[in-house]
């Protein structure tokens, strides 16, 4: 159970990475379209696993994830200079597609609300 101490760094650590990685990065791997949509630190406050979205394709994704990756030694230097926690912990990126899978889904509705604006049926129905 996380008490609001945790929720706070967590959220704290959430935005101070995005604006390294937006702000400090020069891996020419990680792109533009990097997103940080959550942080999430152990109880023991030793890890934290970073939830990123990538947009751009496969290859991209897999290529910024590891420039990320490559990178957690600097970002977690910056994040203890920056936020001055008592424990900085190691921080693992993973990939997070909700987003992506979150734009097919509403093309999918917009095109049954298309299918079904038109006027077609079934004539099983």
């Known amino acids: ?7 706070r760094q967590n959220n704290d650590f959430a935005r101070e990475i995005a604006e390294i990685i937006r702000s400090e990065l ?4 990680i792109g533009n379209i990097v997103s940080v949509l959550n942080a ?3 109880v023991d406050l030793k890890y934290c696993k970073v ?6 394709s496969p290859d991209e994704q897999r290529e910024t994830l590891a420039g990320l990756r490559n990178a957690s030694g600097f970002i977690r230097k910056r994040i203890a200079e920056r936020t001055n926690p008592r424990r900085t912990p190691e921080f693992e990126f993973l ?3 909700s987003i992506e899978y979150g734009f097919k889904m509403d093309k999918l509705i917009e095109n049954v609300i298309k299918h079904d604006a038109s006027g077609d049926k079934n004539d099983n129905e």
């Not at 020069?26 to 791997?29: A, I, L």
């Not at 939830?51 to 751009?56: A, R």
């Open 1 to 7: 159970m996380k008490n609001a101490r945790m929720i």
């Open 26 to 29: 020069k891996d020419p791997r």
């Open 40 to 42: 999430d630190t152990s």
């Open 51 to 56: 939830y990123v979205s990538i947009l751009g």
């Open 95 to 97: 990939f997070d597609d």
